[in-house]
């Protein structure tokens, strides 16, 4: 941004003066320090150098060997260093590279603030170059920034400026401001907390600056500062926001006894009291999602778990795909809605999310997963949502359905979908389990035709089962059944049904939990039904 009577321009020999003085604290700062608090570090700063900048830029130049040593001894010495600068255009002075502050310190301490026309400014384009690792062809761009963010670092994008984004085009419009959030969003998926640092050399256009600012933080688990109006703490902010790499961990519950360990120590991994579906805007204890209508999900984010502390920021996404076992992420799933910008204080919060339209037949697994640069998920994810679920407390799973099969009740049929998550074929066992409060009537299953085929052509084995038609068994034994050796093909996913009908003695609170295993026994994932006086 550009002002008429704020230009200014630091002389090119003091800028190269700023470079040389630095130079030998520089090395004798390269020693890594001997404690790392932040273990690795990736670090690119983002400058506005346009006129009305000057101060800002001169406070940073003079503060610049303390924000390097800061980031030296922050990482223990392991560390990669960017530096971009932006008017109308973006320029890539140092790619992002290990053990580089003394081309950081030469390259920023001959920077000058001058030009740039007049506000807006390409500041969404200089970080989606950063974020998204852009190359200089085809855009109004010098220099690739081609450096690969680490996985195991601590990675930051700080950003100085006065002005709203303005694309290339020297313009703000919505779409700018759309452009803005979506960069934010690929930050947060790679992991990157963005810090936007506002020096208001001009309140004109603060309303619509700040909030912007404000977004690209929060939505990353970054900071948002301002300055003074000449940015003559600009330094210190970057230092300050250099600290930000202590790990938050929000968790939800796979299980009532979950209490957030990782992976998952006991029980099954897709019972999540933390995710309940209400038919109104008012909390409830869960109920089956009506069909047709608009149902509100509920999802209890716990804070702080056992890997970390402090308030957390990120993302909610909620999913939905057919009732059972075995499903395949992320194929299998579709997302229904989300949140972000979530804010997790000390103690948790709950989070409501509205389902608009729910699907028939109104049967279905639900997944959350909580997305946070400052928590991300410790286990990479599989194809195999069982798994993702056990290792990683930001994934939480819920699988439970309400059947009213009470003496003088109709049969009510539930369905269950048979999956195979994995790239290769499989065979699983299927297993009803009722434990002492098992549910007290009649339970047939339906294979239908295809799996039952699969079923007899693999030897037809079971436990506490007895055929009753051509696909279907009746469950003998309500305490614990079993078919064997269903045969499945890579990603594929077949449909059972599971019919209850009331006995004398069946009573709110009994259960049947049918769920998948593979040969070695392991829990594939399933679906509890629980016995209730409504659904």
């Not at 395949?328 to 972000?340: A, I, L, N, V």
């Not at 019919?499 to 049947?512: M, S």
Request: charged content about 15%; glycine content about 12%; some cysteine.
């Amino acid at each position: 941004m550009s002002h008429p009577l704020q230009r200014r321009r630091v002389p090119l020999l003091a800028a190269v003066a700023v470079a040389a003085a630095l130079a030998p604290a520089m090395s004798a700062a390269a020693a890594p320090a001997a404690a790392s608090p932040c273990g690795p570090m990736d670090v690119t700063i983002v400058l506005d150098t346009t006129g009305s900048m000057g101060g800002a830029l001169t406070n940073v130049q003079s503060g610049l060997n303390s924000i390097l040593s800061d980031v030296v001894a922050l990482s223990g010495g392991d560390y990669k260093l960017g530096l971009v600068s932006f008017k109308d255009t973006v320029s890539v002075h140092v790619d992002l590279a290990a053990g580089n502050q003394a081309a950081v310190a030469a390259q920023l301490g001959a920077l000058t603030a001058t030009g740039g026309s007049a506000e807006p400014e390409a500041s969404d384009e200089a970080l989606n170059t950063v974020v998204n690792n852009l190359p200089a062809a085809g855009r109004p761009q010098t220099g690739d920034f081609a450096g690969t963010w680490r996985t195991n670092a601590t990675k930051h994008t700080i950003m100085v400026t006065d002005a709203r984004p303005g694309g290339f085009d020297n313009a703000h419009t919505a779409a700018d401001v759309a452009n803005a959030h979506q960069v934010a969003l690929d930050a947060q998926a790679g992991g990157i907390k963005l810090t936007p640092i506002y020096v208001p050399t001009s309140t004109v256009y603060s309303g619509a600056i700040v909030p912007i600012m404000q977004d690209y933080a929060t939505t990353t688990g970054g900071y948002f500062y301002q300055t003074d109006p000449l940015g003559a703490d600009t330094a210190a902010y970057i230092r300050r926001a250099l600290h930000n790499c202590a790990p938050t961990d929000v968790f939800m519950r796979d299980n009532t006894s979950d209490a957030g360990v990782e992976p998952l120590v006991s029980g099954s991994a897709y019972t999540s009291p933390d995710i309940r579906v209400c038919t109104t805007p008012s909390s409830c204890p869960g109920a089956n999602p009506i069909a047709g209508a608009t149902n509100y999900v509920f999802v209890d984010l716990r804070n702080p778990g056992p890997g970390g502390s402090g308030t957390g920021v990120g993302t909610l996404r909620l999913y939905y795909t057919a009732q059972g076992g075995g499903a395949q992420w992320p194929t299998h799933w579709t997302e229904f809605g989300s949140e972000s910008g979530v804010t997790v204080p000390p103690g948790g919060t709950t989070v409501m999310v509205e389902w608009p339209n729910v699907p028939g037949p109104g049967h279905f697994c639900l997944l959350a997963r909580w997305e946070s640069a400052t928590d991300p998920m410790t286990f990479a994810e599989t194809p195999a949502t069982h798994t993702n679920a056990r290792n990683n407390n930001n994934i939480a799973w819920r699988n439970i359905n309400s059947v009213r099969a009470l003496p003088g009740t109709k049969p009510i049929t539930r369905p269950f979908t048979v999956g195979n998550p994995f790239p290769e074929p499989l065979v699983t066992d299927l297993v009803l389990a009722g434990g002492e409060r098992a549910f007290g009537g009649r339970l047939v299953l339906d294979l239908g035709p295809d799996l039952t085929r699969r079923w007899l052509a693999a030897g037809g084995k079971a436990e506490g089962v007895r055929r009753v038609g051509e696909t279907r068994v009746e469950i003998a034994d309500p305490r614990r059944a079993v078919l064997h050796d269903l045969e499945l093909k890579p990603g594929e996913r077949l449909q059972t049904t599971l019919t209850f009908a009331a006995g004398d003695t069946a009573a709110p609170g009994q259960t049947v939990r049918m769920f998948q295993t593979d040969q070695r026994g392991e829990d594939l994932g399933g679906v509890e039904f629980v016995i209730t006086e409504r659904e």
